[in-house]
T-cell receptor
Framework: GAVVSQHPSWVICKSGTSVKIECRSLDFQATTMFWYRQFPKQSLMLMAT?????????EQGVEKDKFLINHASLTLSTLTVTSAHPEDSSFYIC????????????FGPGTRLTVT | GQNIDQPTEMTATEGAIVQINCTYQ??????LFWYQQHAGEAPTFLSY??LDGLEEKGRFSSFLSRSKGYSYLLLKELQMKDSASYLC??????????WGAGTKLIIKP
């Protein structure tokens, strides 16, 4: 149990275009989902925390108008990278926290974004 | 500020034992996690400690001392597939995970 999927697993896009990444909890409901970014040889960096039905909370330094997060249901959150640039190329990982717990998080497999 | 420290890289031999240390300073404490991450993949959960002491789970064990702000992950009977990065993360008073930079473990035959 506790499976989280992400789609797509990898994407290549041109500079200036937008890319949407989906994160789904497949067998549980998640009140809270987290979006992370990881650059090569670095640890996870939390970008934002999203709660179902409300606006996401962004970490300092993360542009909310560039990284649009929508958490429309208890099983789906989306991250849209708008007007992507090469420096946005990274590994984006989501995690989901089940409704019934305060501390558990289950990670999706990640999405590798390359902006050319 | 909040801080998680762990060694950048460690090397060990197949079949041996290795201990990866993690020290932390956070605003509040709601548990410490260890995750394993293979290159190009998302982290996978290994252990969760919220009380002092040792938690054993097969070849992996995790220890916590809250008074010392210290944890370690112990890996026994090392296998080549254990080559990965090991991430230490502490959940603070807001139930937010604070991540260490990870320890890259290299296993040699």
């Amino acid at each position: 149990g506790a499976v989280v999927s992400q789609h797509p697993s990898w994407v290549i896009c041109k500079s200036g275009t937008s890319v949407k990444i989906e994160c789904r909890s497949l067998d549980f409901q998640a009140t809270t989902m987290f979006w992370y970014r990881q650059f090569p040889k670095q640890s996870l960096m939390l970008m934002a925390t999203s709660n179902e039905g409300s606006k996401a909370t962004y970490e300092q330094g993360v542009e909310k108008d560039k990284f649009l997060i929508n958490h429309a249901s208890l099983t789906l959150s989306t991250l849209t990278v708008t007007s992507a640039h090469p420096e946005d190329s990274s590994f984006y990982i989501c995690s989901a926290r089940p409704v019934i717990t305060d501390y558990e998080q289950y990670f999706g497999p990640g999405t590798r974004l390359t902006v050319t | 500020g909040q801080n998680i420290d762990q060694p950048t890289e460690m090397t060990a031999t197949e079949g041996a034992i290795v201990q990866i240390n993690c020290t932390y300073q956070t605003s509040g404490f709601n548990g410490l996690f260890w995750y394993q991450q293979h290159a190009g993949e998302a982290p996978t959960f290994l252990s969760y400690n919220v009380l002092d002491g040792l938690e054993e789970k097969g070849r992996f064990s995790s220890f916590l001392s809250r008074s010392k702000g210290y944890s370690y992950l112990l890996l026994k009977e090392l296998q080549m597939k254990d080559s990965a990065s090991y991430l230490c993360a502490v959940m603070d008073s807001n139930y937010q995970l604070i991540w260490g930079a990870g320890t890259k473990l290299i296993i040699k035959p």
